[in-house]
């Protein structure tokens, strides 16, 4: 019975939107697991046409395995299978993503549209490295987003990814140095350390390669700074309806539920998270230790990070948007 609930009510949702592609580029939005993409997606959703596609590289959900024909973190970021990965993510955009697992919107609920012809790609578990390619190859436009290491491993309860990281060809990207400090980390060091290991190389070559035709923004200044951060993304991506992107701005993201309950009392209750803006983006400091604190930014400087500086928690002022 269960099973033809969740096929009939999958079958609503799969034949009561549709994509066509319009020839307009669509946008892939790299980041790191609890940096706030999820937010930053649903504030890009707002915009006419524009369909969501959050987390096609999860594999740690059965469907994604199955479309993607992989099971491994590492066949994701070796480019042996960019051949896969093209296929796979031109089903979105061609409309032909019918397996009805995917997660859709249910119709005239609040997020969905029934007629699309654009992508948000909300992308956390692949592309390191090759953000250009996806450029390139779909003729889309780049968003990356990173957010302080300190909050984003408090907030890991696991990294799935890590053991990945350390195999060929990925790790020929960093130097021995690099190499052997962070088996030394996964042989010997506590799960923030861990943690901030997973995120210094999920960051570190797109911080390498970053491109001008980029939009690399904060999440510290998307909180701190909206009207910023909404001003370059209408002037770069030309939205025509900027007021729906402030409309939302006080709106907590579907994934609201996986912060504290603290945390959870503020984002769900739009009049307290305008006033505690700046406690979002600053409450990690009373959770660790200044012995944890030197650590991960000594983990930071191994690896040649300087998007944020010791003791602030907000990006250097190099890396901010005008």
């Known amino acids: 019975m269960k099973h033809l609930i969740f096929n009939t009510t999958a079958l609503i949702k799969l034949y009561s939107s549709y994509h066509r592609a319009n020839g307009e580029k669509n946008i892939f939005l790299f980041s790191t697991p609890r940096s706030g993409s999820t937010w930053l997606t649903e504030l890009i959703h707002t915009q006419p046409q524009f369909r969501m596609i959050k987390e096609p590289f999860n594999l740690r959900k059965g469907y994604v395995r199955d479309n993607l024909k992989m099971d491994n973190w590492e066949d994701l970021i070796n480019p042996v299978n960019q051949k896969s990965i093209e296929k796979y993510i031109n089903h979105f955009i061609q409309g032909k993503d019918n397996d009805l697992r995917f997660p859709r919107f249910a119709p005239f609920r609040p997020l969905w549209k029934p007629f699309t012809s654009r992508i948000i790609f909300k992308i956390l578990f692949a592309g390191e490295g090759e953000f250009n390619w996806f450029k390139k190859k779909f003729n889309g436009e780049i968003i990356f987003l990173i957010r302080h290491p300190i909050p984003v491993s408090l907030s ?27 088996q030394e980390i996964l042989k ?8 901030i290991l997973d995120w210094c190389f999920q960051n570190a070559l797109p911080l390498r390669q970053m491109d001008q035709s980029w939009l690399t923004v904060s999440y510290e200044q998307t909180v701190l700074q909206p009207e910023i951060v909404i001003q370059n993304l209408v002037s770069k991506f030309q939205f025509p309806k900027p007021e729906k992107i402030t409309n939302r701005l006080n709106k907590a993201s579907v994934s609201t539920g996986k912060s504290s309950r603290e945390s959870q009392n503020i984002l769900l209750d739009p009049q307290k998270l305008a006033k505690n803006k700046r406690w979002l983006v600053e409450k990690w400091r009373d959770k660790i230790t200044d012995n944890q604190h030197q650590k991960a930014f000594e983990i930071l400087n191994v690896f040649g990070i300087d998007f944020y500086e010791y003791k602030n928690f907000g990006p250097k002022k190099s890396y901010l948007l005008k």
Not at 172 to 181: D, L, M, P, T
């Open 188 to 195: 010997k060091g506590d799960h923030f350390e861990m943690a």
């Open 156 to 182: 890991r309860k696991v990294c799935p990814r890590i053991e990945s990281f350390l195999q060929k060809p990925y790790i020929n990207h960093f130097s021995v140095e690099q190499k052997k400090f962070s």
